[in-house]
């Protein structure tokens, strides 16, 4: 088995979008006609290329509008590059951000079956889980309740318990850990230690630097949709830091 | 396709599965309603279109309750399908699977609530008096060109609808007009004959004549209409699926 499980090539996304994005069909005939549509191409990845390999907890770091959950998005799947290749090799789970594989008026129950049929689960394979999945969240009761009265951090830790229930090959993380109060974050951790023992390689997204610091082997830094830098984690944590006072008061503005 | 229709079978599963569970979430009567809610319309139609305007059509009740279900099947498939996609926008901003699966799952929610309004259209013919024919069973085969037609219809206008949110708005319009144009409560030899030729384009009343000539008369329809309904039936999926596929990797730039 290669040691390689992601293999982004050359990618390149470019957006051809019209400068209102959402157009009444009346404005878009009238302005078609005048040739008044503006489009606008934006460039959220340029030429990046890198490898991530098995086992490896791979760290995302950037500015707001760097270019990290486009990229994540490639990898996932979701959207299509526009130029390049991505290959990645077995089964990714992406780690939903708050609950929006969840449906508020369903119950938890009925939402783990829904999100894990969505990630791709199988129905024995839910069945067998579910009192490991219910108890790993610690909902207790809480699990027949509609969702749309859980807390934020009650979601994502459901959310969480569903995603890490199997060994995925690949999972995606865009910012989660941040919620939940501190018991869990810590349950967590050791799960992912426990997922990434098991082979399974992690894509974590942060603004944070602090948890990549702590989590990462080795980081990516975005900016401006280019690879400003790769390498160890604690390293190119440090150059992230060691950036001018500007950027910084915008780094902790988020 | 096939195979992947397979490969997420319960995902399909679950989601029809939510559709409905959410559909009668917090009403008393629950999935009665899908039962009930055409029967009603059904008597309140019927009263005003027996009572208030006479006609001379025979088996009435049978004749028009065919029609309201076929064409509140095909307003609902086509209404359902065309939010498929923006209505899911949240996942397909976050999770990958192939789009077709949205509004699949909205045409199999319409296919169960079809079936289900046919227990009150079969009622509704043995009151009338409108015995069993070889060729009741028959017209199954013009429900299901119905269904594929539908389904055409739905592609189109989802895809349109990520695009255009005006989509919703005219096809409410449009399907109205073309509720009137087809005789769902009015003989077809209303019509003068110079304008016939519209009612000849309209697929609905294709399908819409045969199932009535199949469950109310009993006779085989002729050959050709065979050929007709299914080739509107195929037309419509195929330019469906075209548009479908060719757009939908740019919907998650419009979501």
């Known amino acids: 088995m290669s040691r390689i499980v992601i293999d982004v090539k050359n990618v390149t996304m470019r957006f051809h979008i019209n400068a209102d994005k959402m157009l009444s069909l009346k404005e878009f005939i009238t302005r078609k006609i005048k ?91 839910l069945i067998k889980q579910y ?56 349950k967590s951790r050791s799960r992912m230690n426990e997922l990434m023992s098991g082979g399974t390689t992690v894509l974590l997204v942060s603004h944070d630097v602090k948890t990549i610091r702590e989590t990462c082997n080795r980081v990516l830094w975005l900016e401006h949709g280019k690879i400003k830098m790769i390498g160890e984690a604690q390293e190119v944590c440090d150059a992230y830091e060691a950036q001018p006072a500007v950027l910084q008061s915008d780094i902790k503005g988020e | 396709m096939l195979y992947s229709l397979r490969k997420y079978n319960f995902l399909i599963r679950q989601l029809v599965n939510r559709d409905f569970k959410k559909k009668y979430k917090r009403s008393v009567l629950g999935i009665l309603w899908s039962f009930l809610n055409p029967l009603l319309l059904m008597m309140i139609q019927y009263f005003v279109f027996s009572n208030i305007f006479r006609n001379s059509i025979p088996y009435f009740a049978a004749y028009l309750t065919i029609g309201t279900v076929a064409f509140n099947f095909f307003s609902e498939a086509s209404g359902m399908v065309l939010t498929s996609i923006i209505e899911n926008s949240r996942l397909i901003t976050k999770v990958y699977l192939p789009k077709y699966i949205y509004p699949f ?77 087809t005789p ?72």
């Open chain 1, 35 to 125: 040739g008044q549509i503006q489009y606008f191409d934006f460039v959220a990845l340029k030429n990046i290329s890198f490898s991530v390999q098995r086992g490896e907890i791979f760290g995302l770091i950037g500015h707001n509008g760097a270019g990290k959950s486009t990229l994540l998005k490639t990898i996932a799947k979701i959207l299509k590059p526009t130029t390049g290749e991505i290959k990645t090799h077995g089964k990714i789970v992406p780690m939903l951000e708050l609950g929006s594989g969840f449906d508020g008026d369903l119950t938890g129950r009925e939402n783990i079956f829904l999100n894990g049929a969505i990630l791709g689960y199988d129905e024995k394979f």
């Open chain 2, 105 to 181: 799952i909205k045409i199999l929610s319409s296919i169960i609530n079809l079936s289900i309004s046919l227990i009150p259209l079969s009622l509704v013919c043995m009151a009338s008096g409108v015995s069993f024919h070889k060729t009741t069973l028959l017209s199954l085969y013009f429900w299901v060109c119905l269904i594929i037609f539908s389904f055409g219809v739905g592609l189109v206008l989802s895809t349109f609808m990520v695009f255009f949110r005006d989509t919703q708005f005219l096809w409410g319009i449009f399907n109205r007009m073309w509720m009137y144009m």
């Open chain 1, 131 to 186: 009192e490991k999945i219910v108890e790993f969240s610690g909902l207790g009761d809480f699990i027949n309740v509609p969702i749309r009265n859980y807390s934020s951090g009650m979601l994502s830790r459901l959310s969480f318990s569903v995603a890490s229930m199997v060994k995925p090959e690949i999972l995606i993380i865009d910012e989660i850990l941040s919620v939940g109060d501190a018991d869990f974050r810590v």
């Open chain 2, 184 to 255: 769902i409560f009015y003989p077809e030899n209303i019509l003068a004959d110079k304008y016939k030729f519209v009612l000849l384009m309209n697929p609905l009343f294709h399908f819409l004549k045969n199932i009535r000539l199949c469950i109310i008369e009993g006779v085989f329809p002729q050959p050709m209409e065979y050929v007709y309904c299914l080739s509107f039936a195929f037309g419509s999926l195929a330019v469906g699926l075209f548009i479908f596929l060719k757009n939908q990797d740019k919907f998650i730039l419009y979501l």
